[in-house]
Antibody
Framework: QVQLVQSGAEVKKPGASVRVSCKAY????????IHWVRQVPGQGLEWMGR????????DYAQSFLDRVTMTRDTSIATAYMELSGLRSDDTAVYYCARLLIGCSTSSCYHDFWGQGTPVTVSS | ENMLTQSPGTLSLFPGQRATLSCRARQSVSSKYLAWYQKKPGQPPRLLMH???NRATGVPDRFSGSGSGTLFTLTISGLEPEDIAVYYCQQFDKSPFAFGQGTKLEI
C-alpha cells in the first residue's frame, strides 16, 4: 500500500544543517510531486516547497529560498529536504506529502503524508 | 501569494452540535484546488475534503464542504469527541501552496 516513510528524529546545533529523507512505497515515484511542510510547535502548517521527481525541478517558498535544498534519488524512490543555517525557530516537525503530477486537469490534494520527522535545534 | 484566512481561530462547542469553519482566499480559487485537512497532535495531517466538497476515503459523512471563489466552508454536523483537532484549508491554485492558519475545534 502507499506509504511515505521518513527518517528519524534529529537534534542539531544552531548553524548546522539537517537532511530529512522521505521514502515512497506502493506507487510510481515519478507520478507524484513530493512536497515538504513543517509545523513549528504551537503554530500552523507551513508549506516549504516541492520537487518533481522525474526532472528534479524545485519550487521553494520565499521564506526558505536561501536555506532549503530539495533533492531526490529516483533509483530508491526517496526524496530529501536539507535545511541549512539552522536556528532555534526551525525546531519543528517536518512532513513530506505527495501530490499528483498533472492534478490541474482533475483535482489537487495531498492524499498521503509521511509520519513526520521532529527536528530540534538547540545549543 | 494567495493567502488563506480561516475563521474562527478557536471554536468551542458541545457534542452533537454543528461546527462551521470558514476559509477565505485573497484571490479566487478554483474549487478543484481547495482541500481541507484535520490535524491532531502527534499525527500527520489527514485529508478530509478535496475539490472543496468531496470527502476523502473513509471520512464520515458528518463532514461536508462547500463554497467557491474566495469563500469556502467546512461543516461538521453532530460533533463527536474524536473531532477535537485543528482544521486547515490549503489552496493549490498557485504556488506557494499556502495553508490557512487553522481553526482549533474544542468540544
Amino acid at each position: 500500500q502507499v506509504q511515505l516513510v521518513q527518517s528519524g528524529a534529529e537534534v542539531k546545533k544552531p548553524g548546522a544543517s539537517v537532511r530529512v529523507s522521505c521514502k515512497a512505497y506502493g506507487y510510481t515515484f515519478n507520478d507524484y510531486y513530493i512536497h515538504w511542510v513543517r509545523q513549528v510547535p504551537g503554530q500552523g502548517l507551513e508549506w516549504m516547497g516541492r520537487i518533481t521527481p522525474n526532472s528534479a525541478d524545485t519550487d521553494y517558498a520565499q521564506s526558505f529560498l536561501d536555506r532549503v535544498t530539495m533533492t531526490r534519488d529516483t533509483s530508491i524512490a526517496t526524496a530529501y529536504m536539507e535545511l541549512s543555517g539552522l536556528r532555534s525557530d526551525d525546531t519543528a516537525v517536518y512532513y513530506c506529502a505527495r501530490l499528483l503530477i498533472g492534478c490541474s486537469t482533475s483535482s489537487c490534494y495531498h492524499d498521503f503524508w509521511g509520519q513526520g520527522t521532529p527536528v530540534t535545534v538547540s545549543s | 501569494e494567495n493567502m488563506l484566512t480561516q475563521s474562527p481561530g478557536t471554536l468551542s462547542l458541545f457534542p452533537g452540535q454543528r461546527a462551521t469553519l470558514s476559509c477565505r482566499a485573497r484571490q479566487s480559487v478554483s474549487s478543484k484546488y481547495l482541500a481541507w485537512y484535520q490535524k491532531k497532535p502527534g499525527q500527520p495531517p489527514r485529508l478530509l475534503m478535496h475539490d472543496a466538497s468531496n470527502r476523502a476515503t473513509g471520512v464520515p459523512d458528518r463532514f461536508s464542504g462547500s463554497g467557491s471563489g474566495t469563500l469556502f466552508t467546512l461543516t461538521i454536523s453532530g460533533l463527536e469527541p474524536e473531532d477535537i483537532a485543528v482544521y486547515y484549508c490549503q489552496q493549490f491554485d498557485k504556488s506557494p501552496f499556502a495553508f490557512g492558519q487553522g481553526t482549533k475545534l474544542e468540544i
